[in-house]
């Protein structure tokens, strides 16, 4: 089947999508992402055909407060590896309205300098109501973009605060970006470094206030990793993403070289294992929940017990823990 | 779970530096429910068409302010074709002569909005038309 003069929507076939897109066609990819994240069934049938095939790639997610120069730094980034020969696709998340259903995706705009690099795939996503920093199908969609044969694959969490931990079951290194004159959040910092941070970039170096923030930082991160021996130390590394000029851009090689000794690292230390089982462990979670969910609701479909359900609940008769218990010996026979 | 969004790429074509325009589009079909990937400016037929192919685009919009309407638009209505795209709405606006919008459509954009049309109009168009 030919794809390429195929009109988008009538290629929706799983398999010639999975075919197309492990031969790395960026169609096929980008068709395959809609189809999982529209939470098709098509899309479900997609991912069983692409799981044999994925795992190979390095899972990078930058995290940070929106603004703080994820996107300019990981553009910058991007450049790095590729001029080392890397094919590298990118995930960007940012957030969707909850009043409006919609979303201002404005990440791909920071990319342009890779605009036209067919050794480079960059999907904007919204996060559709999904907390923790990411979308609900974030992981399957990282798992496509792995498929495609991609040697990196980074994913850019929408920085709405501090409960971003998401990342960490999605990504295998996790860089996290802070700026310099976030004093009144150090104490929000410091649990984010302890928790999901393998190297911060300290960006807007350029900044007043930038070396007593370095200091600091490093004070933590030898407070909190060396001297409990740690056995992956985060470096600080101070960076500037964006500047009036070309030259002022600075630390960038740096950062890509922490995220290679991290990812070897990885590999030596036979962590990645641990790093990959927790993050099917994490699949098989969302996944089983999506399922089960599905599963009863379309059973109790047409039935009208949904309806009783609520009525009995608000008439205090039941709660919801005693009917999800009912619902589930019904359906699911346990 | 069928949560379908409609997607759509906006973006400025040409020299001009001025993006005003195409950002207030963009943010008013985010208020319509869309999930809209802004571009910027100083994009070429070739960036918007790949970037419209990444993100499996629904509808491509583009903002023109200084008159290259016509330079560029033949240009992506043939990028478009040779990718495939026929599924694609094309959607232009901006500022130009009222003549012109017929010669646009001729050449196979969907619909042209000047500059002064009402947001809702846009947001009902692509709605209604999507394909
Ligand atoms: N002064 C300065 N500004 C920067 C730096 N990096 C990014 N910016 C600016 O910060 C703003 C937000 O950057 P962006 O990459 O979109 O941040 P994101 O929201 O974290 O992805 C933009 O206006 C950038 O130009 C930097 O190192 N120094
Ligand atoms: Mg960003």
């Known amino acids: ?334 | 779970m069928g949560t379908e969004k409609i997607k759509v790429i906006v973006s400025k074509v040409g020299l001009d530096g001025h993006d005003r325009g195409a950002k207030v589009v963009a943010s008013l079909l985010k208020e319509g429910g869309m999930e809209v990937v802004y571009l910027g400016m100083y994009q070429t037929p070739e960036s918007i068409i790949k970037a419209a192919i990444d993100e499996d685009a629904d509808v491509i919009g583009l903002s023109y302010l200084s008159g290259e309407h016509l330079v560029y638009t033949p240009k992506i209505v043939e990028e478009m074709k040779k990718n495939g795209m026929d599924d694609v709405l094309l959607v232009v606006g901006g500022s130009f002569p009222p003549e012109d919008i017929e010669v646009m459509k001729q050449m196979g954009v969907d619909e042209v909005f000047r500059g002064g049309s009402r947001i809702p109009s846009i947001v009902n168009y692509i709605t209604e038309n999507v394909r």
């Open chain 1, 1 to 334: 089947m030919n794809l390429l003069a195929m009109p988008r929507k009538l290629a929706d076939n799983p398999k010639a999508l999975a075919d197309g897109l492990l031969l790395g066609d960026r169609r096929a990819a980008a068709r395959a992402i809609t189809l999982v994240e529209d939470g098709s069934q098509k899309g479900t049938e997609l991912m069983k055909l692409l799981y044999p095939h994925v795992g190979r790639s390095m899972v990078i997610g930058v995290t940070g407060a929106g603004g703080s120069g994820k996107s300019s730094l990981i553009n910058h980034i991007i450049r790095v590896f590729r001029s080392q020969g890397r094919r590298v696709g990118v995930v960007a998340v940012d957030p969707t309205s909850p009043f409006s259903g919609g979303a201002l995706l404005g990440d791909r705009l920071r990319f342009q300098t890779h605009s036209m690099d067919e050794g480079v795939y960059i999907r904007s996503m919204a996060s559709r109501g999904y907390l923790g920093g990411l979308a609900r199908a974030t992981t399957d969609v990282v798992r496509i973009i792995e498929a495609m044969g991609n040697d990196l694959v980074i994913v850019e969490t929408l920085g709405a605060g501090q409960d971003e931990i998401d990342i960490i079951h999605v990504a295998q290194t996790c860089v996290l970006v802070l700026t310099p004159g976030m004093g009144d959040d150090i104490q929000a910092m410091k649990a984010g470094i302890m928790e999901i941070a393998d190297l911060i970039a300290l960006n807007k170096a350029d900044l007043d206030g930038a070396e007593t923030c370095l200091r600091s930082l490093e004070a933590t991160v030898r407070y909190g990793f060396e001297e409990k021996e740690a056995a992956w130390i985060p470096r600080v590394i101070p960076t500037v993403a964006a500047g009036a000029r070309t030259d002022d851009v600075r630390g960038i090689e740096e950062v890509a070289e922490a995220i290679l000794a991290h990812q070897s690292y990885l590999r030596e230390s036979r962590t990645i294992h641990e790093i990959q089982a927790k993050r099917v462990e994490q699949e098989l979670g969302l996944v089983f929940r999506d399922e089960v969910q599905k599963a009863v609701f379309k059973g109790l479909k047409g039935t009208g017990k949904k309806r009783q359900y609520i009525r009995a609940i608000l008439e205090g008769r039941t709660d919801p823990y005693s009917v999800v218990e009912e619902v589930l010996r019904t359906f699911l026979r346990v």
